[in-house]
């Protein structure tokens, strides 16, 4: 009947509430996830959750242990379809009002945590004029390599890869750069780089909210952005500034990392919040957005980016890289939701074996 007063069935109405409620997702937000087969249900996950695969396993089974179930993680598409670097699936800005609050650090570490969860990534490094990404991979003399003088082929570190000014010009030169020339130069590394086929390509922006960070952010087609903070004041009040102009520029903030939140001695296991303690749940709050990880100040953390050493996968089972796996996937989630509500740019539906 084409018009009918009944409600629609919900669809795979034993298995969806349950792939819902694992990820705390509306029920409409995953039923296109599920597709029939001939001998049971294919669902495909569209964001980088690889280690959920197993516990979401056991929990749908419980529902229905009758029923033969594959599950796969296939990163949807985000974004806009018609912008260029059609192989990128996702770009993701990762930002700060303030310097020196930890972003680039964050930036690696969320890299190693997607990388883990099963996500091919790269980073490009947007800090003109203070480039670490290639000291914190761990290769700061190497350079990209050419075979035509135009494109360069990003360099490799952890499975991860990435580009950086800094592997091009000495720190000195790029210091002094003004505005235009480093718009252009970021404008040179996103598309004169040979991305392999990427799930997220994470951005390190330079710090704060000025002329250069406003024309990145409307040059440079992101399709959400991440605000790194510590809980500190006067590091809030710059990351407020940040939202407010992703905001203008309607790029969707994704979420607020709240860097260095506390310090756990590793003597007695005290806690204490060096910085202030809930300053990043007071801003997530305010402007509606979430709370994607809270990092502990702990020197690890340190000493491996000093050493451009991978901490994620080295210790892969400790609480810092629990902590960075944790607000990886939180990222991965919030994007895939906020791209559903650019119906032309997703592709995540899985096809029935019909
Ligand atoms: N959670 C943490 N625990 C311990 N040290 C940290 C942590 N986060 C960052 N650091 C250290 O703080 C310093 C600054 O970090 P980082 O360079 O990532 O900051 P940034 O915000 O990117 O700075 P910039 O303003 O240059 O862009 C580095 O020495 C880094 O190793």
């Known amino acids: 009947m084409f018009f009918s007063s009944s409600k629609t069935k919900p669809a795979h109405p034993d298995i969806n509430p349950v792939l819902a409620e694992f990820f705390k997702l509306k029920p409409e937000q995953t039923e296109r996830w599920i597709a029939a087969q001939k001998d049971g249900v294919l669902i495909n996950l569209p964001f980088a959750c690889e280690s959920q695969l197993e516990p979401l396993r056991e929990a749908l089974l419980k529902a229905r242990p009758d029923i033969k179930l594959t599950l796969t993680q296939k990163t949807a598409f985000s974004g806009d379809a018609r912008r260029g670097l059609r192989q990128i699936r996702n770009l993701v800005a990762i930002a700060s009002g303030k310097g020196g609050v930890g972003k680039s650090t964050t930036t690696i570490n969320l890299a190693l945590a997607l990388?883990?969860?099963?996500?091919?990534?790269?980073?490009?490094?947007?800090?003109?004029?203070?480039?670490?990404?290639?000291?914190?991979?761990?290769?700061?003399?190497?350079?990209?390599?050419?075979?035509?003088?135009?494109?360069?082929?990003?360099?490799?570190?952890?499975?991860?890869?990435?580009?950086?000014?800094?592997?091009?010009?000495?720190?000195?030169?790029?210091?002094?750069?003004?505005?235009?020339?480093?718009?252009?130069?970021?404008?040179?590394?996103?598309?004169?780089?040979?991305?392999?086929?990427?799930?997220?390509?994470?951005?390190?922006?330079?710090?704060?909210?000025?002329?250069?960070?406003?024309?990145?952010?409307?040059?440079?087609?992101?399709?959400?952005?991440?605000?790194?903070?510590?809980?500190?004041?006067?590091?809030?009040?710059?990351?407020?500034?940040?939202?407010?102009?992703?905001?203008?520029?309607?790029?969707?903030?994704?979420?607020?990392?709240?860097?260095?939140?506390?310090?756990?001695?590793?003597?007695?296991?005290?806690?204490?919040?060096?910085?202030?303690?809930?300053?990043?749940?007071?801003?997530?709050?305010?402007?509606?957005?979430?709370?994607?990880?809270?990092?502990?100040?702990?020197?690890?953390?340190?000493?491996?980016?000093?050493?451009?050493?991978?901490?994620?996968?080295?210790?892969?089972?400790s609480p810092i890289s629990r902590a960075y796996g944790h607000a990886a996937r939180a990222l991965a989630k919030e994007l895939y939701v906020s791209t559903l509500k650019q119906p032309q740019a997703i592709d995540v539906a899985v096809r029935s074996e019909e």
Not at 158 to 180: E, K, M, Q, T
Not at 205 to 230: C, E, F, K, N
Not at 264 to 272: A, H, I, L, T
Request: proline share 7%; charged share 15%.
């Open 115 to 317: 990388q883990q969860e099963g996500a091919r990534v790269g980073i490009l490094d947007a800090d003109i004029y203070g480039p670490s990404i290639p000291i914190m991979l761990g290769n700061p003399d190497q350079q990209p390599g050419t075979e035509d003088n135009k494109h360069m082929q990003p360099l490799e570190a952890h499975g991860l890869v990435a580009n950086s000014i800094g592997y091009l010009v000495p720190a000195d030169d790029a210091a002094i750069w003004r505005g235009p020339m480093a718009s252009k130069a970021l404008q040179q590394l996103l598309n004169e780089t040979l991305w392999p086929e990427l799930d997220y390509l994470l951005i390190d922006m330079p710090p704060g909210t000025g002329d250069i960070q406003l024309t990145l952010a409307q040059q440079v087609p992101v399709s959400g952005t991440v605000v790194v903070t510590t809980p500190q004041n006067i590091a809030l009040a710059d990351a407020q500034k940040a939202i407010a102009m992703f905001n203008k520029v309607h790029v969707p903030v994704l979420g607020v990392i709240e860097n260095m939140s506390y310090h756990q001695c590793s003597q007695c296991g005290y806690k204490e919040h060096l910085f202030a303690q809930g300053g990043g749940e007071r801003i997530s709050k305010q402007h509606q957005v979430s709370l994607l990880g809270q990092i502990p100040l702990d020197i690890h953390i340190r000493e491996y980016t000093d050493l451009g050493k991978s901490l994620i996968s080295e210790q892969g089972d």
